[in-house]
């Protein structure tokens, strides 16, 4: 979990006006985050979001996905992986090399927290801070269907939370179905149905079922 | 039958009526989701947005009922209306301005994106599954 990074990097740059805020994507709310929380000890906002509306407002089908925005509230970056990679897409496999992948985590770690030290040194005139036009680039726009699939997902959760089990994975199959690429759709429906069927073997069989696709978005950082 | 119409940031069980793909609120039923039928149009406080008047019809009946799934639909937001259970809400459309936002933290208290205004803002997120 990332959250200790996220607060170490808030406690670094709190003084020069920058924040960080962490949402949570987790319709079982409070019960299901508070372990991860109370860890971290933020002093930095760190929100509970149980219908997913940031990412719905964002357009974002996974976690993590981070944005940046200024100081008059524009987007600068809309929708990074941070510092999540494809390393751990072999995991699964009898002889995966754990300790490449947590190198590499380090490696993609720190040079994403290097680009965010920058933007917060350098404003706009930072490498790193895209232009209105190439912030719009990396936005897929409105689209009806991924607004319908938003919507359902919407309101699985609020079906979910009225206790009508079946009713939310229906409405969670309708989003899916409108939106099949967000992963965050497919593991919530998932973690609801039974928790630890997020990283279980449907999971799994997903992510091999990518092949040469990439899990995460690739943007240049 | 009792709707549950989540609505922009409304959760309420309303009296209304489903026909197709429309939703028909009395004005008290619609007052409860924030929204009123003024001479202006439908509004949300200050806001209000324009009935077109050769589409009256579509909005607004004699009976003063309006067509809450006329206006998201007028407004581009994306809708839908599950009629056996009951459910209709929205989907809010992006800008290139970050849109805002209000949720709780693990002690319940709210914080809102706006309230950051002034501080450059790393928006993160996470989750437990």
Known sequence: ????????????????????ITVAMDAGGAPDVRQW????????????????????LYDWVNVPSNAWI?????????????FAGEYFRGMMDPDFDFKAMMKEYGRMRDRYLDAVRDWVANGPGSRWALTPEQVRARMAGPNPDHARAAAYFRLGTCLHEQGRSEAAQEAFAEAKRLRP???????????????GK???????????????????????? | MPTTVIFEDAVASVAAEAQNEDLWLAPSELERLGWTLEPEGLCRGPLCVPIPLARRAE???????ANLAALTRHRGQGVVHDAEH????DA??????????????????????????????????????
């Open chain 1, 181 to 195: 690429e967000s992963w965050s759709f497919k593991r919530q429906a998932w973690h609801l149905e039974e928790p």
């Open chain 1, 198 to 221: 997020s990283g279980g073997p449907e999971f799994w069989a997903e992510v091999k079922a990518l092949g040469d696709r990439p899990y995460y978005p690739r943007w240049e950082l």
């Open chain 1, 37 to 56: 929380i109370e860890a971290a000890k933020p002093t930095h906002p760190s929100l509970i979001d149980t219908r997913h509306v940031v990412a719905e």
């Open chain 2, 59 to 65: 909005f607004v009946r004699a009976d003063g009922a």
């Open chain 2, 86 to 89: 009951g459910e209709l809400r």
């Open chain 2, 92 to 129: 809010a459309r992006r800008s290139l301005a970050a849109p805002d936002f209000t949720l709780p933290d693990l002690d319940g208290r709210l914080h809102s994106l706006s309230e950051l205004r002034g501080r450059k803002v790393l928006l993160n997120s996470w989750a437990s599954w």
């Open chain 1, 1 to 20: 979990m990332d959250l200790p990074v996220w607060q170490a990097l808030y406690e670094e740059l709190a003084p020069r006006s920058f924040t960080v």
């Open chain 1, 70 to 82: 200024d100081e008059e509230g524009r987007i600068v970056r809309p929708n990074d992986p941070g």
